[in-house]
């Protein structure tokens, strides 16, 4: 199986390359990233301004579609929104266009998507067949799932893993989170009763390489553990994990002073299951946050 992937210098995309045999990667920066490849091949791409090079398709099977501006990095600035929605809407769509005009597309498209399409929803349970939300991100996801529409009316097989908190060793949440509670400061975000939909980054791989080889797999998939917890109970379990206390709670308003709109993201509520996955059959290596923590830290 020959797969292309975008999105490949980022956390997931590192650990996702590690298992694919023959790795096609779309960047903005081809030379720096084939010189980071232990094997496949680079092209360029800027996803926003164009189509992909039409010979990077060659004898490609699936697609794995993670590319797009972080979420996480900077204060949400006009400029920055702006941003954020073209690098997944524009840059979904030039991607879907140049598949759908080869003479023979790729099988299966895996774009992702976020679990910030439901929105806030407080201790309601959610499932791939919930509602969206009407935020911002919930904007974003809408819009970035509909850009793979057109795949899907030429015959190609698309799945929308709607990724949650992801933790593993290098990168993602946990990195930017685990400094003040190993110096004994962490504590919970306002109230700590929102809830937290995560996934170790091993099972984040392991599903997006599911939902390629599975033909069952079809439509959003939420990538998320099956057991979601609270924040208070997630900031119980680091601090326990890295053996420090966890007594300095952060009030909701000093998150606004310091990263503006962002800071709704941290305080949203979204207790999200994944039940597309286990009724599609996939097994999760790690379902408990206490292992997935304690094999992390």
Known sequence: MRTLVTGATGFIGRKLLEGIEEPVVLSRDPKRTQACLARGKAYGWDPTKEEPPREAFDGVDTVIHLAGEPVAEGRWTAAKKQRIMDSRKLGTANLVRAMCNLAQPPRVLVSASAIGLYGSRGDEPLDEMSAPGNDFLADVCREWEAAADPARERGIRVVHPRIGIVLGKGGGALAKMITPFKLGLGGRLASGRQWMSWIHVDDMVGMLLFAAGNDRASGPMNAVAPTPVTNAEFTKALAKAVH?????????????????????????????????????????????LDETLNSIV
């Open 244 to 288: 420090r206390p966890a007594i300095f709670p952060v009030p909701a308003f000093g998150l606004k002073l310091l990263l503006g709109g962002f800071a709704d993201v941290l305080l949203a509520s979204q207790r999200v299951l994944p039940r597309a996955a286990e009724k599609a059959g996939f097994a999760f290596r790690h379902p408990s």
